[in-house]
Structure formats: C-alpha cells, structure tokens
C-alpha cells in the first residue's frame, strides 16, 4: 500500500492511521502480513509508528520439529523528504511524497527475522550419534561421549 503524505508533511499535528493486510512471499511466512499504526506530524517533524503481524512458518534448528507461531514486528520510523548525511534504518526518506509501506514493511521483517529457528530454548535437539530426538528420549552414546563419564570409567 502506498500513502500520500503530502497533506501530513504540510501540517503540524496531522495524521494518517492504516490498517491493512498484504501478501509477502517467502518460504517462512505463512500467512498474509497484517499491517497497523499511524503516521503524524508531531512539531513539523512525521514519525510513523505501528506493528507488523504474520505467521511463522520454519523448522527449529536443533531438532528439526516443525515451528509456527505469530510474530509481531515493531514499526518506528521517522520519515524525512530528503536524505541526509545520517545513514541509519530508522530514517525513512520518502520520494515525492508517497511512501511505499509494504516496502518498508517487508524491509522490517527480514531484519528483524532470525537467521536460524528453535522450538524452545531449552531445547536439546537430536544425538549427534544416532539421531535420538533427546527431547523425547535419552540414548546411550550420549553418557559415553560425556568427558565427566570417562573420569568415571577410568576409576573402575
Ligand atoms: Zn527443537
Ligand atoms: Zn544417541
């Protein structure tokens, strides 16, 4: 969705509210992209503030267990006509006026998206020997390959 924002840059305490929903493709998200917030003109300067919600769709990276949940991503820009000397994601040049929201959107996902899933943080993945997925079960070749295991071994 794009937003005009001519009329918010021109006036001081104007605003513009959008709630709205738009397909991103990717192979981790499941579901449309829900799209909320506002942006408004506070003392001439225009922020835009709201969340990006979607559905996760990945395999956890200990044990491989499917993974899917909602994620909400935050949104909080300032937007600025033109571009300065300051790089940084928070500033937001917005060309001729209109601002290309799915864009910026997107651009927020994927940065803030984790380069690898878990399950739970606790989890404790699968046996690197025989596959065991030890959140279900224990197997043997984990104790022997255990260092503390073989202080005790050595005793007897
Ligand atoms: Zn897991
Ligand atoms: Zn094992």
């Known amino acids: 969705m794009y937003i005009e924002l001519d009329a918010v840059f021109g006036n001081?305490?104007?605003?513009k509210a959008f709630d709205y929903a738009f397909a991103l493709e990717d192979e981790l998200i499941a579901s449309d992209v829900?799209?909320?917030g506002r942006v408004y003109n506070k003392t001439g300067i225009v922020y835009l503030e709201g969340k990006?919600?979607?559905e996760l769709t990945a395999v956890c990276a200990r044990c491989?267990?499917?993974i899917r949940k909602p994620v909400e991503v935050p949104l909080s820009h300032c937007l600025i006509p033109h571009a300065e000397d300051d790089e940084d994601d928070?500033?937001?040049?917005?060309e001729n006026m209109r601002l290309d929201l799915d864009a910026l959107v997107a651009e927020d996902i994927f940065l803030a998206m984790p380069s690898r899933f878990l399950c739970r943080e606790s989890c404790k993945g699968?046996?690197?020997?025989?596959?065991?997925?030890?959140?279900q079960t224990t197997?043997?070749?984990v104790k022997s390959t255990d260092p503390r295991w073989d202080v005790l071994k050595?005793?007897?």
């Open 52 to 54: 990006a919600v979607y």
């Open 34 to 36: 829900h799209v909320s």
């Open 154 to 156: 050595n005793l007897f």
């Open 139 to 141: 197997c043997n070749c």
């Open 64 to 66: 491989n267990a499917p």
């Open 126 to 135: 699968l046996c690197s020997i025989c596959g065991a997925d030890l959140n």
């Open 90 to 94: 928070y500033y937001i040049v917005v």
């Open 12 to 15: 001081e305490g104007a605003g």
